[in-house]
């Protein structure tokens, strides 16, 4: 009688492994546990070795994959789209795969961040602020103006150019999930305007809460602030007020509709209103009261952020004359040191010094050729004594001859 023998199957190379999440999407909300199911259709699962990616950072190994069979779990820290790769390994060979996983989170608010006014035909920036803030995971829909498709993108930010002036409404929605928000503002586009910047007593910093509608409301205050101590057409004026602390504000002036009578009138027009409102800002008449007994005091801060923004940059005329006389001075420097030997008084100069140095060497000379006297040449006292003796016998006189050789004056001994 026969009986079947065991025998160990021969090892494979693992083949056809498969990864996905226990729900079977590849969507997850932040800080939710997602579960990943792994399987092989080729190969040993004893022998084969597994690791798993999360795309985060992290990873997981096993030694077999009869210890993934329930599923490996994992939770994302933060938003994003995750690539989660999976690889198989023994001593035959490996194989791997991939998915790519979304993990969101509602969006709770939504802020578009444009300037009040632009330029026509010049490039502007709009840009979203979104909270909390989400990354690649959004989807961006830009209604610009009057136009019937929007600029769809995945970044939060564009730049787009106006070509027509007036007012423009821009319109931003963002999609997560299965959730959109929106934001709109209104942009005037003009040829050319002025703007003055505005701070504001230290009592208001005390009130803000630096959030937009607060902005926005304070914006309007501060408008009809100014429309009281002017006589200005409201559409003439816009106010923004900046985020933070402390509070500031810019104050745009708009030309008229009406601009028949040429740029020059409107732009004449104005400087009237920029000097009519600064002379009342200086003067601390525009005031404004949030809530009884509490009145708000505006100032002026510098005079316009852009005069007229198209108008042609004037040189300081004291940086320009500095300039060109440090210029003048390298020039003259250079000059003097180029051709100093074709300038009079330096070669009048150099002859001085070159007379001297060679009257000094003259002296030196001089006093090297003189002859030298030596001790044995002076003659001695009896000699003298004799001489003088000689002298007075002949002449009969006293002390009236004198010596025929003269002592010399010796220096060199």
Not at 237 to 254: I, Q, W
Not at 344 to 363: C, F, L, R, S
Not at 376 to 384: D, I, L, N, R
Not at 387 to 403: D, F, W, Y
Request: aromatic share 8%.
């Amino acid at each position: 009688m026969y009986t079947a023998r065991r025998q160990k199957c021969p090892n494979r190379a693992p083949h056809g492994l498969q990864l996905s999440t226990s729900e079977g999407k590849l969507t997850a909300p932040l800080h939710s546990n997602v579960t990943f199911l792994l399987q092989l259709q080729e190969g040993d699962s004893m022998q084969t070795h597994i690791q798993l990616d999360f795309g985060d950072g992290t990873a997981v190994s096993y030694s077999n994959l009869t210890w993934a069979e329930e599923g490996i779990k994992h939770v994302y820290r933060s938003t994003g789209i995750f690539r989660v790769t999976a690889l198989a390994e023994n001593e035959m060979g490996t194989d791997s795969t991939s998915l790519y996983l979304h993990v969101t989170c509602a969006v709770e608010h939504v802020q578009l961040l444009a300037p009040l006014v632009v330029i026509k035909n010049k490039e502007v920036n709009l840009t979203a602020v979104v909270w909390p803030s989400h990354s690649h995971t959004l989807t961006y829909f830009w209604w610009l103006g009057n136009s019937s498709e929007p600029i769809i993108t995945l970044d939060g930010s564009i730049s787009h150019t106006f070509t027509r002036e007036g007012m423009h409404t821009v319109t931003l929605q963002v999609s997560s999930a299965n959730s959109i928000l929106q934001d709109t503002k209104a942009i005037a586009v003009q040829e050319f305007f002025k703007s003055l910047l505005l701070s504001f007593s230290p009592n208001l910093d005390e009130v803000n809460p630096d959030i937009p509608e607060w902005r926005q409301d304070v914006g309007r205050v501060i408008k009809k602030a100014l429309l009281q101590v002017a006589d200005i057409p409201e559409r003439q004026l816009l106010v923004a007020v900046f985020p933070g602390v402390p509070t500031a504000a810019e104050l745009f002036l708009l030309p008229s509709k009406n601009q028949s009578e040429g740029r020059k009138k409107s732009e004449e027009e104005l400087e009237q209103i920029s000097d009519v409102l600064v002379s009342a800002l200086n003067q601390n008449l525009v005031q404004f009261e949030l809530k009884p007994a509490y009145r708000v005091i505006v100032y002026i801060t510098q005079l316009t952020l852009a005069p007229l923004v198209d108008s042609i940059p004037r040189h300081s005329s004291s940086a320009m004359l500095m300039l060109l006389s440090v210029v003048f001075l390298g020039l003259a420097v250079f000059l003097i040191y180029k051709f100093k030997r074709k300038i009079p008084w330096i070669n009048i100069d150099a002859e001085v010094n070159h007379e001297k140095e060679q009257g000094m060497i003259n002296t030196v000379g001089q006093s090297e050729a003189a002859p030298k006297i030596t001790l044995s040449e002076f003659p001695t006292q009896k000699e003298m004594m004799e001489k003088e003796l000689e002298c007075r016998l002949k002449q009969g006189m006293v002390n009236s001859c004198e010596s025929t050789r003269e002592i010399p004056n010796c220096t060199t001994v």
